[in-house]
């Protein structure tokens, strides 16, 4: 039996997050995208997963629409630019937005984005410091060259399968849900 596992990529507009979507998904890269709007969506199957992985708009007009995805979330991936010291700032608010809304367990993993874009690849102590005081796991990718990204999934694939076990109950605790409903309806109208 296939699991389904959610995953959602949250951070300001133009951090990449597109980008290492599609550089996962097909191993591509393009220079430009069109911005998402709210969300989109694509799947990856994965042995017995089925890696369903949400792409929110990063617009502030959107911002407040993004903790709708939130619901049965089980890794949450806020990007930022390593060219842009502003959007790690950025990144904390997404954050405090996640510890706001989010109600069930879920791994988070902060991303600096765009590494190829920067000379020094050093990652700075203060933001080591942050994701270590809030628990996050951290990655530093290149959507543009790949670099980081197999990685970064492999985290996420892992956790899947660490909660396997619950993704399975739960989806088999649902099937007999509807089932049941639909022995009743059916009873009902004999």
């Known amino acids: 039996m296939n699991v389904n596992y959610k995953m959602i990529m949250i951070g300001d507009a133009a ?3 597109t980008s290492l979507i599609y550089r996962y998904i097909s191993n591509i890269f393009m220079d430009t995208y069109a911005s998402t709007t709210i969300t989109s969506f694509v799947s990856k199957r994965v042995k017995d997963i089925n890696l369903n992985i949400w792409d929110s708009a990063g617009q502030e007009r959107f911002k407040s ?6 619901r049965q979330v089980k890794t949450i991936v ?16 997404w954050y405090d937005l996640i510890q706001k809304t989010v109600t069930e367990p879920a791994q988070i993993i902060m991303v600096q984005n765009m590494i190829d874009k920067v000379q020094n690849k050093t990652v700075s102590q203060n933001i080591l410091d942050y994701t270590k005081e809030h628990n996050m796991q951290f990655c530093q990718c290149s959507a543009k060259t790949g670099e980081g ?4 999934f492999n985290i996420i694939l892992s956790h899947a399968n660490s909660i ?3 993704l399975k109950q739960r989806q088999e605790e649902l099937l007999h849900t509807i089932i049941t409903e639909e022995r009743i309806k059916c009873s009902c109208c004999e």
């Not at 060219?83 to 990144?91: C, I, M, Q």
């Not at 990204?149 to 970064?152: A, D, T």
């Open 149 to 152: 990204v197999q990685e970064l």
């Open 65 to 70: 629409l993004v903790p709708s995805f939130f």
């Open 15 to 17: 951090v990449g997050k």
């Open 164 to 166: 396997m076990p619950e």
């Open 78 to 93: 806020i990007v930022f630019s390593a060219e842009d010291p502003k959007s790690f700032e950025k990144s904390k608010e």
